[in-house]
């Protein structure tokens, strides 16, 4: 699995930095693997809030572009998503998530971490 760090309990304004880190099966080859951290909310589906591709590409949803960055680095094997001016629409257990950009099916999790604004 994935390893996921950094969730807790913040006011609304506030940050958090979450990090992931890679499972000892493909930190070899971490680099090859697109990543990306997912979110769900209690009662609703999970979403994609943002990922970073193998070239460094970058996508955000719209509802946290501008305040979330996702950054990546390939020497520590690790994914962050470093989140600002938190709202309570962003309380959440996010999720790290790896995809091999060469097989899809080739996919991998982490358990999820709690993020919870509010004042």
């Known amino acids: 699995y994935l390893v996921e760090s950094g969730g807790g309990s913040v006011q609304p304004g506030g940050s958090l930095r979450l990090s992931c880190a890679a499972p000892?099966?493909?930190?070899?080859?971490?680099?090859?693997?697109?990543m990306a951290w997912y979110r769900q909310a209690p009662g609703k589906q999970r979403e994609l809030v943002a990922r970073?591709?193998?070239?460094?590409?970058?996508h955000y949803t719209d509802s946290v572009r501008g305040r979330f960055t996702i950054s990546r680095d390939n020497s520590r094997k690790k994914v962050y998503l470093q989140m600002n001016s938190l709202t309570p629409e962003d309380t959440a257990i996010y999720y790290c998530?790896?995809?091999?950009?060469?097989?899809?099916?080739?996919?991998?999790w982490g358990q999820g971490t709690q993020v919870t604004v509010s004042a």
């Open positions: 998530n790896a995809v091999n950009s060469d097989n899809s099916a080739d996919s991998h």
């Open positions: 970073v591709t193998t070239g460094r590409s970058t």
């Open positions: 000892r099966s493909i930190t070899s080859v971490f680099n090859m693997y697109d």
